[in-house]
C-alpha cells in the first residue's frame, strides 16, 4: 500500500458526458501528478500540482482540467469525454517536487475509465 | 528531450534463471532513472532508483540495475527468478528540475516454471 488513494476504482460512462476522479496523496507530500496509461499511449504523465498550484504539464487534453485543494487532494476533471479516453488514470505523490526530478513518486492503486 | 526505450515488449523466464530487462535513455542532461513494477490491476511500485550516487543501484525483492553512462543504459537484473516476479516492469526517466517521469513502453515479465 502506497499511501495515495484514489477514487473511484471504475468509472463507466458514455460519450459526451463529465468525470471527476480523486486523489489523497501520501500523508505530507505536497505534489501530486497525474498520469494516463492506454493501450496505445502507454503511461503519460499529464499535470503536477505543488501546494495546490500547477507545476509542469505535460501531454494534457484541453478538455481536461485538475486543481489541488487546500487540503491537498486533487481531482482530475475529464470533459466532453470520448471512446480514446478510456484508460487507467493514475495518481502520485512526492514530498516535495520543486527542483526535485530524483524524488520518488509513489503511486495509487488507479481509476479506471470505461468510456461507452 | 528525453526518453527511454525498453527492448523486448515480452520476456519469458524460467524459474530460477537470471531475469534481464533492457532499458536505454536518451537525455540531454544528467538523468534521473527509475525502475517500476506493476502487478495486475495494481499501481506501480518502485523497485530502485539512479539519482548520481552509485552507478550500481540495489533495489526491492533482490532486483539491482547498473547506469552505463557510456552505453546509456540501465538495465534491471536479477540473479534468480520467482515466480511472484510476473509483472509489467517500466523504466522511467526525470532531469533535474523536472519532476515529470517519461515511462517507456514497458516489458511484461513471465515466469514459467
Known amino acids: 500500500d502506497s499511501g495515495v488513494t484514489q477514487t473511484p476504482k471504475h468509472l463507466i460512462t458514455a460519450t459526451g458526458q463529465r468525470v471527476t476522479l480523486r486523489c489523497s496523496p501520501r500523508?505530507?507530500?505536497?505534489?501530486v501528478y497525474w498520469y494516463q496509461q492506454s493501450l496505445d499511449q502507454g503511461l503519460q504523465f499529464l499535470i503536477q500540482y505543488y501546494n495546490g498550484e500547477e507545476r509542469a504539464k505535460g501531454n494534457i487534453l484541453e478538455r481536461f482540467s485538475a486543481q489541488q485543494f487546500p487540503d491537498l487532494h486533487s481531482e482530475l476533471n475529464l470533459s466532453s469525454l470520448e471512446l480514446g479516453d478510456s484508460a487507467l488514470y493514475f495518481c502520485?505523490?512526492?514530498?516535495?517536487?520543486?527542483?526535485?526530478?530524483?524524488?520518488?513518486?509513489?503511486f495509487g492503486p488507479g481509476t479506471r475509465l470505461l468510456v461507452l | 528531450a528525453q526518453s527511454v526505450t525498453q527492448l523486448g515488449s515480452h520476456v519469458s523466464v524460467s524459474e530460477g534463471a537470471l531475469v534481464l530487462l533492457r532499458c536505454n535513455y536518451s537525455?540531454?542532461?544528467?538523468?534521473?532513472l527509475f525502475w517500476y513494477v506493476q502487478y495486475p490491476n495494481q499501481g506501480l511500485q518502485l523497485l530502485l532508483k539512479y539519482t548520481s550516487a552509485a552507478t550500481l543501484v540495489k533495489g526491492i525483492n533482490g532486483f539491482e540495475a547498473e547506469f552505463k553512462k557510456s552505453e546509456t543504459s540501465f538495465h534491471l537484473t536479477k540473479p534468480s527468478a520467482h515466480m511472484s516476479d510476473a509483472a509489467e516492469y517500466f523504466c522511467?526517466?526525470?532531469?533535474?528540475?523536472?519532476?515529470?517521469?517519461?515511462f517507456g513502453t514497458g516489458t511484461l515479465l513471465a515466469v514459467q516454471p
Open positions: 537525455s540531454s542532461v544528467p538523468p534521473y
Open positions: 502520485a505523490s512526492s514530498v516535495g517536487g520543486l527542483a526535485g526530478g530524483s524524488e520518488t513518486q509513489y
Open positions: 522511467a526517466v526525470s532531469a533535474s528540475g523536472r519532476n515529470k517521469l517519461i
Open positions: 500523508s505530507g507530500d505536497l505534489s
